[in-house]
Every structure is written in C-alpha cells, then in structure tokens.
C-alpha cells in the first residue's frame, strides 16, 4: 500500500517547470558578464556578441524542430550560420548559461548535448564519427569548458566541470574535473590539482583554460634529470680512476694481474670493466680473474 501511495505521489508531483525561450536568453546574456571580462553593458552584448545572436537563434530553432517544424527550424539554424559563423543544429540539446565566446567556426551537431554552464572558445568542433542514425555526437555534462579549436569527436561523454586544451582531440569519454589535452587527447589532471572554489567564478567554471599542463614538456623534462644522474655517476667512475696508480708505474717484468683492479662490473659481451649495477661478471672474465 505504501508502495502505491507513493508512485501516486510521483505521478502527481508536476515536472520542475522549465525556463521559457526569454528567460534562458536573459541567463545567457547575465552569465556573459561572469565569463568575459571584455563585456560592459546589456547593449553592448546584445549588439556585438555573435554567441548570443547564435543563441538566440537556436533557442527559437530547437522549439520549432521539437515541434516537427523541421524546414523552418534548418532553415533559421542556416540564417544564423550566415549571420554568426556558428553552425548549431536545431537538433542539438542545449543547457541554460550557455557561453561561445567570439564564435568563430564553432560547430555543434545535431545529438550533441550540453549541459549548463557550458563555456566553449572559437572553433569548438561537437562532431561525430559515423554516417548511421542515431546518437553519434558528444555529450557535454554541466560545467565543461573546451578550449579554442579543440575537437571532441563522437557518442562520447566529458563528465562535469572537465576541461579541454585548446587544439586537442578528444574521441574517447572524460570523467568529471579531468583536464585533457593532445592529439589524441590524454588526461593529464585530477580536479583536485584545479583551482581552489573560492577561486572560481560564479558557478564554479574554471576559465583558467591557458594553464593546462604539458605532458611532453615534462617527458622532456624527466628525460634531461636521467642524463644528468648519468654524467655525475660517469664523473665520479672517472675520478676515481684517475685517482688509482696509474699501471706505467709499475715494471713491466713485475706487472700481475692482481695488481689490476677489477672494481667495476665485467660486460657480459666483450668483458670490458663499466659501472653498471646488477650485472654479474661473465664466466670467461671470473675465470681469467
């Protein structure tokens, strides 16, 4: 009885209302002001941001194209391609607070998904990798910011408040408060080496999108500290060498073996002395010696 009571419960509970096409508009211009230090006034974004204008368009498209207006709806997504130079799909699903700062060449397909609090930077590719129907465009969770130029190809899904280095390309699915950069995109930072939450903005977005770290630079980096372990472990061989009694000191005719030292380690392949740890002389060296 309980468990019927409570279903009828469920089912007469109403939908948490959703924003009409005016109040998301209004969220997106309030949210330009928390993302682009660059903005002034209303005026000033409402006349000079193609992201709002691109926006605005879509808003007015996707509810044309949920309502199986589908001529109109490609047909106003084209208009406000021409007038924008940002192609979005009347298909796509997008969040509230939604940002594209300048613009340019940003595309979004027709199944990808963007979450709210969404910020994506000039020539954003949401694409996908097959030809079949269905879903075969990204998803982006809420918070996700992705950098200039980057391409986050197919079904695939970046959790929330995840960020993409700018130019890379991301074709397999990130989990949340990662930081992923290179071709193919690698994740390369936990959240918990982001910036602290008092530091963020608004709805804790980390636009600090310039501060992604370089794998390779520290491959590089790595790679120069081993050589110089190497050259001050040669250096040291060497001192020590030269610090030994030089073998012309002694006459030939009273020269014996055990008068060499044979402090190093034998190489398995010619016999020669070297100072590699954890090899154990040849057989041939331990039985001249």
């Known amino acids: 009885m309980a468990a019927i009571d ?5 089912r007469m509970t109403p939908p948490a209302a959703t924003p009409g096409i005016l109040a998301l508009l209004r969220e997106d211009v309030a949210c330009v002001f928390d993302r ?6 209303v005026l000033d974004v409402l006349t000079c941001y193609p992201g709002i204008h691109a926006l605005a368009a879509h808003r007015i498209a996707n509810a044309a194209w949920r309502r199986g207006l589908r001529w109109p709806a490609r047909f106003l997504s084209y208009l406000g391609r021409w007038l924008t130079n940002i192609d979005i799909h009347p ?7 939604f940002f594209i700062d300048h613009g340019a060449g940003v ?3 027709e199944t990808a998904e963007v979450g709210d609090d969404v910020t994506l930077y000039h020539g954003v590719t949401l694409g996908g990798t097959s030809w079949t129907k269905g879903k075969r465009h990204p998803t982006l969770e809420d918070g996700v910011l992705v950098g200039a130029g980057a391409k986050v190809l197919g079904p695939i899904t970046v959790g929330p408040n995840a960020r993409v280095g700018a130019n890379s390309v991301v074709t397999k699915s990130v989990p949340g408060g990662m930081t992923v950069v290179g071709i193919p995109g690698r994740i390369v930072r936990p959240e918990t080496q982001s910036q602290p939450q008092s530091q963020l903005g608004a709805h ?3 636009l600090e999108h310039h501060l992604m770290p370089d794998p390779v630079g520290k491959a590089i980096a790595c790679l120069i500290d081993h050589i110089n372990r190497i050259e001050e472990r040669l250096e040291a061989h060497t001192a020590a060498e030269q610090a030994r009694a030089p073998l012309s000191k002694i006459p030939l005719g009273d020269l014996r073996l055990a008068d060499i030292r044979l402090d190093g380690v034998a190489c398995d392949s010619c016999g020669n002395l070297c100072d590699q740890e954890g090899r154990a002389p040849s057989p041939s060296t331990q039985q001249h010696a």
Not at 36 to 41: E, G, K, T, V, W
């Open 91 to 97: 298909g796509a699903t997008i969040g509230r607070r």
């Open 204 to 206: 804790g977005i980390d």
């Open 107 to 109: 595309v979004i397909g």
């Open 6 to 10: 409570a279903d009828t419960d469920r």
């Open 36 to 41: 682009d230090p660059a903005a002034r006034n």
